[in-house]
């Protein structure tokens, strides 16, 4: 059974920092993709940042410069560091694994789901 656990959300204000972590079991290995993801309310699904296998990582175009995604070394977890967080970060933040389509920006691309964790910045 694949599962996938996010923690870490919260509330902070404007400008403060969260750091999220998602962890995987029920995979063995390291070579498929581990995604962050946020929705706001009302808005569609967008991508937060991508690890791929070789370890390329790749960000959406909101939150480059500011948000930080690692792997850890049993391949198990991905972190992501959000920094100088605003209003426009509140969202459920939610962790994908195993890329099955083509856009690596895109939730249907994605196979495995957490259940997400609540992010509220206020201002």
């Known amino acids: 059974l694949v599962q996938l656990q996010e923690s870490g959300g919260g509330s902070v204000q404007a400008g403060g920092s969260l750091r999220l972590a998602c962890e995987v079991s029920?995979?063995?290995?390291?070579?498929?993709?581990i995604a962050w993801f946020r929705q706001a309310s009302g808005k569609e699904r967008e991508v937060v940042a991508v690890?791929?296998?070789?370890?390329?990582?790749s960000y959406g175009t909101s939150v480059k410069g500011r948000f930080t995604a690692s792997r850890d070394n049993d391949m198990k977890r991905l972190y992501v560091q959000m920094n100088s967080l605003n209003a426009e970060d509140t969202a459920i933040y939610y962790c994908?694994?195993?890329?099955?389509?083509?856009?690596?920006?895109?939730?249907?691309?994605?196979?495995?789901w957490g259940p997400g964790t609540q992010v509220t910045v206020s201002s």
């Open positions: 690890w791929a296998p070789g370890g390329r990582m």
């Open positions: 994908a694994a195993v890329k099955i389509g083509d856009n690596w920006d895109r939730p249907e691309s994605y196979q495995y």
């Open positions: 029920g995979l063995s290995g390291s070579a498929y993709s």
